[in-house]
Structure formats: C-alpha cells, structure tokens
C-alpha cells in the first residue's frame, strides 16, 4: 500500500511541475515573440536606409517604392520602441523625404532650357543627396541604439 502511495506522491508532484514549467515558459514566450519581431521590422527599416545611402540619393518615386513610413509604422506596431525613438526615427524619415532628388525628366529639362536652371537643378540635386544621407546615417543610428536596448533586456532576463 506505501509502494502505491509513494508512486501517486510522485504522478501528482511531476504533475504540478510540469504545470508550473509549462506556464513559465508560456509567460516568456510573447516577450521573445515582440522582441523578434522588432528586430524582423528594425531589420526592415534598415534595409530602407540602406538603400538610401547606398543607391542615394533617391528621386521622389525612388522614395516611394522604398516605403520608408510603412517600414516605420512596422516598428511604431510592435510596441516596444520608447516613444522618443520613434519621434527621432520619425523625423530622420521625415528629413529624407523632404528632399527628393530631382526626377531624371526634371533634369534633362533644365539642360534643355538653360544655363542658370541646369545650375538651380544641381543645387538641388546636391542638397537632397546631402539631407538623406545625413538623416538616413541618423536614423541607423536611432535603429542601433534600440537594437542595443533589446540586447541589454535580454541580458537582464537571463541573469532574473
């Protein structure tokens, strides 16, 4: 009978911590689940900014196809960027959409009409390729510093 019992105290005791490790584990999973997909919508963003300063300056519907604010509101949608991240990320963005390279049309006009608007055209086209790649080198920088928030978390967690 003390056989019986004894098998029974450890079928409820393997029970009750199986319950208690699964429900931990279940708690810590949504967290891993929001830090991978900041990291997935991070990674995104920065693939943006990347092509900025890579194939830089960008005309108008260059930017467009890039999508630079839909990257963005994929990382605003995790939740876990403190808003004053967001902020400096959203002005950065913000900065490099303002100043669109001229349209390679807009350009073969202002040499097709003359000197001084083939001079305006440049002015411009150097300045927008100034403002994007300063604000897109910016914005990478906002994107390591939560990239190194996330890393100093996970950290935390480990050692708790």
Do not use: C
Not at 10 to 21: D, H, P
Not at 136 to 150: K, M, N, S, Y
Request: charged content about 25%; aromatic content about 2%; hydrophobic content about 50%.
């Amino acid at each position: 009978m003390s056989e019986i019992l004894v098998a029974l105290a450890a079928l409820t005791t393997g029970v009750a911590l199986g319950l208690v490790v699964r429900s931990a584990g279940r708690r810590r999973a949504p967290l891993v689940a929001d830090a991978r997909e900041l990291l997935h919508a991070a990674d995104d963003l920065e693939y943006g900014l990347n092509t900025v300063l890579e194939f830089g300056p960008l005309s108008l519907s260059e930017l467009a196809s890039v999508d630079l604010p839909a990257k963005l509101d994929r990382v605003a949608s995790t939740g876990e960027v403190p808003r004053a991240a967001l902020a400096t990320l959203k002005a950065h963005t913000d900065k490099i959409a303002l100043h669109p390279y001229p349209e390679q049309r807009d350009l073969l006009t202002a040499v097709r009409e003359d000197e001084a608007a083939v001079w305006l055209a440049l002015r411009d086209a150097i300045g927008s390729g100034a403002a994007q790649h300063v604000a897109a080198t910016q914005a990478r920088l906002v994107l390591d510093e939560i990239r190194g928030g996330l890393r100093s978390e996970r950290r935390e967690q480990v050692l708790v």
